[in-house]
Each structure stands twice: as structure tokens, then as C-alpha cells.
């Protein structure tokens, strides 16, 4: 039988996130955490919504994680997120410990690898996990902004 569970499936969930903020007119960045092959949040930027800037996916995927876990730590957690974090978020996942990130899209001006930001020392980081549909729905979405 194969395992439906991969890195692919679920970066599909957070595409579907993504694809949300898009209809909204919010940056097309979409986020899931998994805890043994089970989605436990599901997010999406709110950041025009809720008039904050730090309302990013990953910050809204960090809380509901930890308040489905009831703790704060995401140990055993793995984020997908449709774009590669920022500096802002990198900093929330370091503190929240979480196991592994597997993005998307990288972010070239502004993802936490060019800003110099760390993750948490046994933080694995896995990239390009459907990268060109992660990047054509941000490409797409600022082609409609201009």
C-alpha cells in the first residue's frame, strides 16, 4: 500500500490555505502543522483582515497548534507553509521548538535564510516541496495587484 502521508500531500493542504488568502486579497501564504499524520491547525495570512502585521500563517498555525496541544512547545510537530518564513516567524518557531519545517517557495528578499535568522538547533528544514505552484500562486497574485 502506499503512504499517502507525504511531504507533498500535505504542503497540498496548505496550498488550499493559500488558495483562501488569495480570495481574500491576502498575501497567498498558506500553513498546516501535522503531528503523526494528523492536521491539528490550519492557517492562512490575516494580516489585511485583522490589520496586523504580525498575523502571518505561521504565527496563526504556532497558536492553534499550541492551544490544541495545550502547551507551547511543538515538539513532534512539522510545519508546512507555502512560502518560505521570515524573520518574524523563523523567531516564533525557534521558540516554539518545533521539529521540522518543510516549506514551499523560497523568499528571496525576505525569508529567514537571507535575513540571517535562526531556527531552533534540531529544527530540520526540508525546501521546494511544490515549489513552482507555491510560487505561481504568489506570482499570480501580485501580477493582479499591479
Known amino acids: 500500500m502506499e503512504h499517502i502521508f507525504t511531504d ?10 493559500a488558495e ?7 498575501i497567498p501564504v498558506g500553513a498546516v502543522i501535522v503531528v503523526d499524520n494528523r492536521v491539528i491547525a490550519r492557517t492562512h ?8 502585521v504580525t498575523a ?6 504556532i497558536t492553534s497548534a ?9 515538539k513532534g510537530c512539522t510545519l508546512y507553509v507555502t512560502l518560505e ?22 523568499d528571496e528578499n525576505r525569508g529567514f535564510q537571507k535575513m540571517g ?14 515549489e513552482k505552484e507555491c ?6 497574485f501580485f501580477k493582479n495587484k499591479r
Open 20 to 26: 483562501i488568502a488569495f480570495d481574500k486579497g491576502e
Open 8 to 17: 507533498d500531500y500535505f504542503m497540498k493542504k496548505a496550498l488550499q490555505e
Open 117 to 130: 535568522a535562526q531556527l531552533h538547533p534540531k529544527t530540520q528544514v526540508i525546501s521546494g516541496v511544490l
Open 56 to 61: 502571518h500563517a505561521e504565527m496563526q498555525a
Open 135 to 140: 510560487a505561481d500562486l504568489m506570482k499570480a
Open 85 to 106: 518564513p521570515c524573520q518574524m516567524c523563523a523567531g516564533a518557531l525557534y521558540w516554539s521548538q518545533i521539529s521540522k519545517i518543510v516549506f514551499g517557495a523560497s
Open 45 to 52: 495570512n490575516l494580516t489585511e483582515l485583522l490589520h496586523d
Open 66 to 74: 499550541a492551544n490544541f496541544l495545550g502547551g507551547k512547545y511543538l
